[in-house]
């Protein structure tokens, strides 16, 4: 069970949060304008990393915040936990692909 | 029966507290701090199983938890558990434990055929051979499932009650042997909290086995002194009994205390069993020590062979000598070890050593002891069914690949095996830490390490017990340190004297056989009955990986975990196929170490403390009254009334006329209701509903239809706006909480602009919903404060007032096609109002009703339930309801409504359906199709989502979803059911009303 430091509570169990998916994926600003190709990324296609992973977590069973979680999938370790609309910080650790 | 294998001296038992229980119904005594396997051993027993397949005797192997074969049904009853190893059986007063897995006894098995059959049995045969024809797998499998068991389990509820705790620390070590303790100390005295944990009685390891001097003293001095220091910190949780099972992400480890297990039946009150700890530890030293692991020669699974640490703690430990004539087999000193101390008790020992000599001390030791010592040979064979009688021995060639000269009877009743060790790796395992293979120590080894771990002692390898305390430690006080506790102590080593510290090892892997090669019935795993000829017929059929060998022949697939027959597994592969073993890889260490009870995983949340329930404030009446449940989420919700000698179909046929003809009433309180309240409120409905809501006046209600963002129907309601920066959502009442986290998620993530907030009111009101022809005179009678007229009050408007006197918000929305007010009043004062309106209403014949009922009269007005007519599929043009799409604006799902897949003429849509025969009730989830084959492929054009009985309109009724439905209407259909097949007739989904003339009047 990983160890999620919320960034308005504090270190917490998994148990206490729920995991929402990639993060940095944002709504077409006019989303009548995107055509069908973009629509369906925008909608399904995730990049499913190997390594560095940047994706939103809630702390649903304590203050309800959402937040980003920057996890190595293949190691669990948590590299940085950040507020919404903050930057993504850089990690040395790459971004393993899968053909390797 | 007396003790005829008691020592009259030493052990760690209590011989002034006799312990009598009772195995495979004969009474036997033994002594408090013997386990149900040394009180058996004391007593002569040895045969107290048969194996998995070939329904063997066998005997006890081992002295802990990594045994294969002693696994016992403990006790009767509800109290029963099956496959509970004799070897951490503590014994209690009146214990009862049977064996398991013979009829009708464990002394003359009729499944023992199985064995003479052994050579037409081999891995995979019960696969190849009962596969055909396919159908009849089902009855083979009962039949094989019946002669190959293990226990049973128990039928009736467990009467224990379990508990579970979150504990923090600072450094958490597994093990309480000569690392663990050692590294504990070093831990606890820099003041960190430690957390210590040992899967035995009392802490102390193989040093409880062993004949060990620390500081020229008994290592028991040593062990209690330091268990005495450890207790006395504040600082340090010492737990016995205590087995951690699990090690997950980020130091989250599981362990499992056994509070009572020890102790008799009934004596505990309510005292609970077990108790699951869960562990967030900064840091863990893994101490887990090492199994030693059995050889691989012909019948070594008869009762009588066994491990020779085993056979050192049932004499050291225990006081009991397991036999009175050793044949000890080993490859390593330890076995040299362990037949002197054997020797020491009494028993007469042969040393058969595969190298040519041991470490001089040892052989000086056992030539002192006139021990017969043969060196460069092997044990060969074992003969005796039921208890070893004889070994046969011979001298190994140069090679080691064969025999030289032939072979020698040696009559024996105890064979110890001492084929090397390997460190318990499994919780490092667990931890995602690699293994590496040392060639010298011939085992497997901690690799580096992943997570915020160490390993010390035997369990990283350190098999020389004076390095062991020092390793353990340096890993105490590294911990420490790495969890912030960096103050200097003084910690020494105890001096060291035990008989000899050679690690020198001579791995023989399998034992050659004379005639046949590899040679019958050398076990490999001896929970599964799986031989290193089974090991060479996988290979040789193609399964050459280990984790595929594994699954074919079951090696390591018991209840045991394969903890004496991994290594043995995979060595031997890697022998047939000439690959190195650290080339063939381990098998994957999956938790738990061993066997959790589920009553250990449940703790308290069993029974009403499974899935917290919630009940409405009008709850007892419907109690009351004879309500029938339905859970709705967490609610429960009533279903339908009966009275007396009504059934369901009675039922609701009564609640349905009563309220199309008088009054019903409907407790409504579970509806999910979210305030949503700040400027922007109107612009995030907006945007999360498909309709418009900017224009909606205060004191107007509007039905809503949300989308997810691939434009399918999610959740739909009434919102009420209360104030032009104020609104009350109404949601399904199974998906409250999801809609309030759907808005949270775009609130916080997306649009964090906009200056709302979103509360659940749910539980502050208390809703009673009204319905019927007579509903506005009832209200009229205990509501004076508000103008009840159509003009004054039209049909999705909503406002304020008193009823019966309590504050109330009243809507006039209806979900039944009749005129209805949802009267909501603060939770408290629910049961005021529901009581009111059933008193005042009698006059009127009002009739509470339930959600069946309520389901039935929404069905005749075509109206859908989100999640039981749409699944996740619908967009809102499919179930008719387009006109709810708004073009002016975008909003969540709409532009994946323009997808090409969304514009299909194809799609399914909602249609109503009509059975030619009116009386025919479809069954929820019947398949459509356009008509019936003589055979299959039929295509399917569609499935019903609703059918009822329409009692008002005399006929069944259904909803469905059916391709092109809406231009189908009129249209003829056939649902093929189970029994038959039914025709119907496409038609408008709304039976009933379908213009509203009757909830707008």
């Not at chain 2, 509070?259 to 039946?265: A, E, I, N, V, Y």
């Not at chain 2, 690690?503 to 056989?513: F, G, K, M, Y």
């Not at chain 2, 059911?977 to 025709?983: F, G, M």
């Amino acid at each position: 069970m990983l160890l999620i430091e919320c960034p308005y509570c504090g270190p917490r169990d998994e148990t206490d949060f729920k995991c929402g998916g990639e993060a940095h994926i944002t709504r077409p600003e006019k989303p009548a304008d995107a055509d069908d190709q973009s629509w369906g990324d925008y909608l399904f296609m995730r990049t499913n990393s190997m390594g560095t992973h940047y994706e939103m977590w809630c702390h649903s069973h304590g203050c309800r915040r959402w937040f980003n979680v920057c996890r190595d999938t293949l190691s669990n370790k948590i590299h940085a936990v950040y507020k919404m609309g903050e930057p993504p910080p850089r990690v040395d650790d790459p971004t393993r692909s899968r053909s390797q | 029966m007396s003790q005829g294998y008691r020592l009259f001296n030493g052990g760690l038992i209590q011989r002034d507290q006799p312990r009598t229980f009772r195995f495979n119904g004969q009474e036997y005594i033994g002594f408090a701090g013997d386990t149900l396997a040394s009180a058996l051993l004391a007593n002569g027993v040895h045969l107290v199983g048969r194996s998995f397949k070939y329904h063997r005797p066998r005997g006890i192997f081992s002295a802990g938890s990594e045994e294969p074969n002693a696994l016992v049904q403990l006790e009767v009853g509800a109290y029963t558990q099956p496959n509970i190893r004799a070897t951490q059986i503590e014994l209690y007063q009146g214990l009862i434990a049977n064996s398991q897995n013979c009829w009708p006894s464990v002394e003359f098995d009729i499944h023992q055929i199985n064995s003479v059959f052994s050579r037409l049995l081999p891995s995979g045969f019960y696969y190849k051979t009962f596969m055909w024809p396919k159908r009849m797998w089902m009855t083979y499998e009962r039949v094989i499932r019946n002669a190959a068991g293990m226990g049973k389990a128990p039928t009736e509820n467990d009467p224990d009650i379990y508990d579970k705790t979150h504990a923090h620390c600072d450094v958490l070590v597994v093990g309480t042997g000569a690392a663990g303790l050692s590294a504990a100390l070093a831990a606890a005295r820099t003041g960190a909290r430690v957390i210590v944990a040992d899967e035995q009685s009392t802490a102390g390891g193989s040093l409880l086995s062993r004949r060990i001097q620390l500081d020229d003293e008994p290592a028991g001095a040593w062990v209690d002194a330091a268990v005495l220091e450890l207790e006395a910190l504040e600082n340090v949780t010492l737990l016995t009994r205590t087995t951690v099972t699990s090690y997950f992400e980020h130091n989250f480890v599981v362990a499992a205390q056994r509070l009572t297990d020890h102790l008799p039946l009934g004596s505990c009150g309510d005292q609970p069993r077990q108790r699951l700890w869960k562990i967030r530890a900064s840091q863990v030293i893994l101490a887990t020590g090492a199994h030693e692991r059995p050889l691989v020669f012909k019948n070594n699974d008869r009762p009588g062979v066994m491990l020779a640490n085993a056979a050192q703690t049932y004499v050291n430990r225990y006081a009991v000598r397991p036999g009175h004539k050793a044949v000890v087999f080993c490859n390593n000193d330890s076995g040299w070890e362990a037949g002197l101390d054997l020797s020491d008790a009494g028993v007469q020992v042969t040393l058969v050593d595969i190298r040519g000599q041991a470490a001089p001390e040892l052989e000086a030791q056992a030539r002192d002891r006139d021990l017969e010592i043969l060196t460069n040979h092997v044990v060969v064979t074992a003969h005796g069914r039921r208890h070893v009688r004889q070994v046969e021995v011979a001298r190994l060639n140069s090679d080691a690949d064969g025999l030289s000269g032939s072979s020698r009877i040696i009559d024996c009743d105890l064979v110890c095996m001492a084929g090397g060790w390997n460190p318990a790796l499994h919780l490092f395992s667990q931890s995602r830490g690699r293994l590496s293979y040392d060639q010298n120590l011939s085992c497997f080894v901690p690799g580096e390490s992943v997570q915020a771990e160490r390993s010390a002692g035997a369990a990283n390898g350190t098999f020389d017990l004076g390095f062991a305390f020092s390793e353990g430690r340096e890993a105490g006080k590294a911990a420490a340190a790495d969890a912030g506790f960096r103050q200097r102590t003084k910690s020494v080593s105890p001096k060291v004297d035990a008989k000899s510290n050679s690690t020198d090892i001579r791995p023989l892997w399998l034992v050659p056989s004379a005639s046949d090669h590899p040679p019958a019935k050398s076990f490999v795993d001896f929970q599964n009955d799986a031989t290193a000829a089974d090991l060479q017929l996988a290979v040789r059929e193609g399964y050459r990986s280990v984790e595929h060998a594994k699954r074919y022949t079951t090696t390591g697939m018991g209840t045991d975990q394969g903890k004496t027959s991994n290594v043995n597994a995979l060595a031997i592969i890697a022998q047939i196929t000439g690959a190195s073993i650290e080339a063939t890889g381990t098998t994957t260490f999956r938790p738990p170490y061993t066997p959790i009870s589920f009553g250990t995983l449940a703790g308290r949340d069993v029974g009403e403390f499974m899935d917290p329930v919630r009940r409405t404030p009008m709850h007892e009446w419907h109690r009351a009254h004879g309500a029938c449940w339905e859970d709705v989420g967490q609610w429960k919700r009533a279903w339908y009334y009966p009275q007396e000698g009504e059934s369901m179909h009675d039922a609701t046929r009564r609640e349905c006329i009563a309220t199309r003809s008088a009054i019903g009433i409907l407790d409504a309180t579970t509806l999910g209701k979210i305030e949503i309240r700040g400027p922007d409120a109107a612009v995030l409905l907006n945007r999360i509903y498909t309709n418009g809501w900017k224009s909606l006046p205060v004191g107007a209600c509007r039905y809503g239809l949300m989308c997810a963002e691939d434009g399918f129907i999610f959740d739909d309601g009434v919102t009420l706006r209360l104030a032009e920066d104020r609104f009350l959502m109404h949601t399904t009442s199974g998906n409250a909480a999801r809609v309030l986290d759907w808005l949270e998620i775009w609130l916080q993530t997306e649009w964090p602009d906009l200056q709302v907030y979103c509360n659940s009111v749910t539980e502050q009101w208390a809703t009673a919903a009204i319905s019927g022809p007579f509903a506005r005179q009832l209200l009229a009678e205990l509501c004076t404060d508000v103008d009840l007229s159509n003009q004054a009050f039209p049909f999705m408007t909503w406002c304020t007032g008193h009823v019966a006197g309590i504050p109330a918000r009243i809507a006039r929305v209806s979900f039944t096609g009749e005129v209805s007010f949802e009267i909501n009043v603060a939770a408290d004062y629910g049961m005021a109002l529901w009581s009111q309106l059933m008193l005042s209403g009698e006059k009127y014949g009002i009739t509470p009703f339930g959600t069946e009922t309520m389901h039935i009269l929404r069905a005749e007005k075509g109206f859908i339930i989100a999640g039981q007519d749409t699944d996740g599929t619908v967009m809102p043009a499919d179930v008719g309801l387009a006109r709810m799409v708004s073009s002016a604006k975008d909003f969540i799902g709409k532009r994946s409504m323009l997808r090409p897949d969304s514009l299909r003429e194809d799609r399914h849509q909602l249609v109503g359906l009509r059975t030619d025969n009116p009386k025919e009730v479809l069954p929820e989830g019947a398949q459509i199709v356009a008509e019936i084959k003589p055979e299959p492929p039929i295509e399917m054009i569609g499935y019903v989502t609703s059918s009822y009985w329409s009692e008002h309109l005399g006929h069944s009724i259904a909803l469905a979803m059916l391709e092109k439905g809406a231009s189908r209407h009129g249209e003829q259909v056939w649902l093929s059911l189970a029994d038959k097949q039914v025709r119907a007739s496409v038609c408008d989904p709304r039976f009933y009303d379908p213009n509203g003339e009757r909830m707008n009047g």
